[in-house]
């Protein structure tokens, strides 16, 4: 990591995540380079664990720290490539700037179909198309740094999260060039375990959205068995299923430390909101023919990743 102050590189941090015995002459070295400080962990904690010590130690020991660049150490970034993305901090210092990789040549698979299958993943969560959203090479500002801090994620997770929360602010990216050492050998990226991991938030919501449509979907059908009035039914309905979603959202999915109060006021308008659509929905597509049940079920399809966009930035929050 580069920390920059004034618009001036101060300070290069090396974070040894719990590296084998082996590469202790490497750190070594390392730590005798004038301005080079390496920090380490007696036991690898992750990604996402090891950029946190290192911002942490940065921001403490720097109060005038202005951004923090941070690049792999698997021979990805290209020296002129960092020095890139490092001087768009200037011009953009509340912006995070990407280094983002083209894609073109030679890719490993598994390099490329993670990065295809969370580009499309983090485009659906915010609307924003990327072109590398696993980039390691980052110029993160200040404010930025901070709220990462307070990230409760330590693996790979933890970009994609703390790149979900920029989101809300300015994101800049900067081509670079995409370079691979043999097949990328030295990545110890897991497509398969690493991206559920990275998606982790949004199955939880998709187990829950399950359980509130179960409940939602059974007192409907038998409202409106008894009743035989829609209205009635949809409204039955969704305030039961609104109250076990919002305990299981708040504590298990999202994990949100705001406002208990505030937080149910923000998520019954959400749901009022959503109702009022979803009923609107319904009515249309029983009056074309299609039966109660099958329409509430894909009226309720139809809102659920927009539900989920809302939720996580501005109903549960972490405060």
């Not at 590398?132 to 980052?138: S, V």
């Not at 307070?150 to 929360?165: M, S, T």
Request: aromatic share 10%; net charge positive.
């Amino acid at each position: 990591m580069l920390s920059r102050s004034a618009g001036l590189l101060v300070r290069a941090v090396i974070v040894n995540d719990g590296s084998a015995g082996r590469c202790a002459a490497t750190f070594d070295e390392l730590r005798a380079i004038p301005g080079v400080e390496v920090i380490a962990h007696a036991v690898n904690l992750g990604k996402g664990a090891a950029l946190k010590t290192g911002f942490n130690w940065i921001l403490a020991n720097d109060p005038e720290v202005t951004g923090i660049v941070t690049a792999d150490a698997d021979g990805q970034h290209l020296p002129l490539d960092v020095a890139r993305v490092t001087q768009e901090h200037g011009p953009r210092p509340e912006a995070l700037i990407l280094g983002s990789r083209t894609f073109h040549g030679t890719v490993p698979f598994r390099s490329r179909f993670g990065n295809t299958l969370t580009r499309a993943i983090f485009r659906l969560f915010t609307g924003l198309a990327l072109r590398d959203t696993q980039t390691g090479l980052r110029v993160w500002p200040r404010s930025q740094c901070l709220d990462a801090l307070r990230l409760p994620y330590n693996g790979y997770e933890f970009e994609f999260e703390a790149l979900v929360k920029a989101a809300q602010s300015k994101i800049h990216e900067v081509p670079i060039e995409t370079v691979y050492q043999e097949g990328n050998k030295s990545s110890h990226f897991n497509p398969i375990r690493d991206s559920l991991r990275i998606y982790y938030v949004f199955l939880r919501y998709s187990a829950s959205a399950i359980l509130a449509a179960v409940i939602d979907s059974s007192v409907f059908s038998l409202t409106l068995w008894r009743t035989g009035n829609l209205v009635v039914s949809q409204i039955a309905g969704r305030a039961l299923a609104t109250l076990v979603a919002f305990f299981v959202l708040r504590n298990l999915v999202f994990r949100s430390t705001g406002a208990p109060w505030k937080t149910l006021a923000r998520f019954v308008t959400l749901v009022i909101v959503s109702g009022a659509i979803s009923l609107r929905l319904i009515e249309t597509m029983v009056d074309a023919g299609v039966s109660p049940l099958p329409a509430k079920l894909l009226a309720e399809g139809m809102l659920f990743v927009a539900n989920f966009a809302v939720q996580r930035t501005l109903i549960f929050l972490r405060e």
